[in-house]
């Protein structure tokens, strides 16, 4: 394993290959947002149903990462890492033909599954590597090229929709797919032998006990799941909301503030990688905590005082480029003592995050539809 104190140089090509192989999520929810409500039109379904297709893939992103990451464990990183890549490559190609919402449901699910390998490796892969604050600029450099997956995705699909409809999404989808089975394809085993955990279901149940039970994995997990509910319930909820009364952005104005937001996370993720180097992860994560904090209290008060969008979008900037600082040092941090179960603790660490992302959108919605009224009417 690498010493930190070192400073290890990390190569350009392992950044960008494994940076790419963990945009499963959000090129998996963000590049055919843009085109939900059409989507739910041509299925004849409800707008919860095709709000549904994106919880779906939230859920098989979460659970696919706890089948996964013990797995990956016992067998090594990289086979598991190409079957996974290949299977989502199929299946998004099989949603462009889906002929009702119950098929692209169950499409959607698989694909999550599948998409979940990637994500859960290439955080093994960076932890089997790095440690401490290198593990955490790694994280951090990952995450500027992963950043551009929610910048062109949303962009691409408002532009590809004035050539193609929904289906032709998940075309482009299954090709990115097939692009990143080539990058799998370049990247060596990072897990010897020798590191390998043997034994079956008993053993994998008590290395997900083991970290489970340690505070220093705990805690930052958490901190990550807090902090990504709110773009969570953004990916989830925002076409609906923003493209819908009082604020009627057009599918490609919502493309361009998604965008926007997705820089902030890019650009967020390389100061990340700077203060790092001055202030070590702990600090660096309290920072950023403190900074979306700040633009969620804001966000409510311009929701709830003013018609207008711009209270909405500036703060929205605040707490969702805070994602690009919060998750690498929360993510190094809590990988920091699982060297031994490294694809257990990432999956783990993973599952949290999606599992609070499929509920808490839908939680939000009842709870506001009930007590608040307006803006929550219009979600889906």
């Given at each position: 394993?690498?010493?930190?104190?070192?400073?290890?140089?990390?190569?350009?090509?392992?950044?960008?290959?494994?940076?790419?192989?963990?945009?499963?999520?959000?090129?998996?929810?963000?590049?055919?947002?843009?085109?939900?409500?059409?989507?739910?039109?041509?299925?004849?379904?409800?707008?919860?149903?095709?709000?549904?297709?994106?919880?779906?893939?939230?859920i098989g992103l979460a659970v696919g990462q706890l089948l996964v990451g013990p797995f990956s464990d016992r067998i090594g990183r990289r086979r598991p890492l190409l079957v996974g890549v290949a299977l989502y490559a199929v299946t998004s190609l099989l949603c462009a033909f889906a002929p009702t919402i119950e098929a692209l449901l169950v499409l959607r699910l698989i694909g999550g599954l599948a998409g979940a390998v990637g994500l859960v490796v290439s955080r093994a892969m960076v932890?089997?590597?790095?440690?401490?604050?290198?593990?955490?600029?790694?994280?951090?450099?990952?995450?500027?090229?992963?950043?551009t997956a929610p910048v062109i995705a949303p962009v691409l699909g408002s532009q590809l929709l004035r050539i193609t409809d929904w289906r032709g999404l998940f075309v482009t989808l299954a090709l990115i797919g097939a692009v990143l089975l080539v990058a799998a394809l370049t990247q060596r085993e990072t897990l010897p032998p020798a590191r390998r955990r043997?034994?079956?279901?008993?053993?994998?149940?008590?290395?997900?006990a083991g970290v489970l039970r340690?505070?220093?994995?705990?805690?930052?997990?958490?901190?990550?799941?807090?902090v990504c509910c709110g773009m969570f319930v953004y990916i989830a909820m925002g076409s609906y909301v923003l493209q819908g009364a009082p604020y009627a952005?057009?599918?490609?104005?919502?493309?361009?503030?998604?965008?926007?937001?997705?820089?902030?996370?890019?650009?967020?993720?390389?100061?990340?990688?700077?203060?790092?180097?001055?202030?070590?992860?702990?600090?660096t994560l309290v920072v950023a905590v403190a900074v979306s904090v700040t633009g969620g209290a804001t966000l409510l008060l311009g929701?709830?005082?003013?018609?207008?969008?711009?209270?909405?979008?500036?703060?929205?900037?605040?707490?969702?480029?805070?994602v690009g600082i919060v998750a690498p040092n929360a993510t190094a941090l809590a990988l920091a003592r699982q060297g031994e179960a490294a694809g257990s603790a990432s999956a783990l660490l993973g599952l949290t995050q999606f599992a609070f992302g499929a509920v808490v959108p839908r939680w939000c919605r009842s709870v506001g539809?009930?007590?608040?009224?307006?803006?929550?009417?219009?979600w889906p």
């Open positions: 394993m690498t010493s930190e104190t070192a400073r290890p140089k990390i190569p350009l090509g392992r950044v960008l290959a494994l940076g790419g192989l963990s945009t499963f999520g959000p090129l998996s929810l963000d590049l055919y947002l843009p085109a939900l409500p059409r989507l739910t039109a041509d299925l004849g379904t409800t707008e919860a149903l095709g709000q549904a297709s994106m919880s779906v893939c939230m932890r089997d590597l790095y440690s401490g604050d290198a593990a955490a600029r790694a994280f951090a450099l990952l995450m500027v090229v992963g950043g043997a034994g079956g279901f008993a053993d994998t149940g008590r290395a997900l340690d505070r220093t994995f705990l805690v930052p997990t958490l901190v990550l799941a807090l952005l057009g599918a490609q104005a919502y493309g361009i503030v998604f965008a926007v937001n997705a820089v902030g996370i890019a650009l967020a993720s390389r100061l990340s990688a700077a203060l790092v180097r001055r202030i070590g992860a702990p600090r929701v709830l005082l003013t018609d207008s969008v711009w209270a909405v979008l500036l703060p929205l900037f605040l707490v969702v480029s805070s539809s009930r007590r608040c009224g307006w803006p929550w009417r219009s």
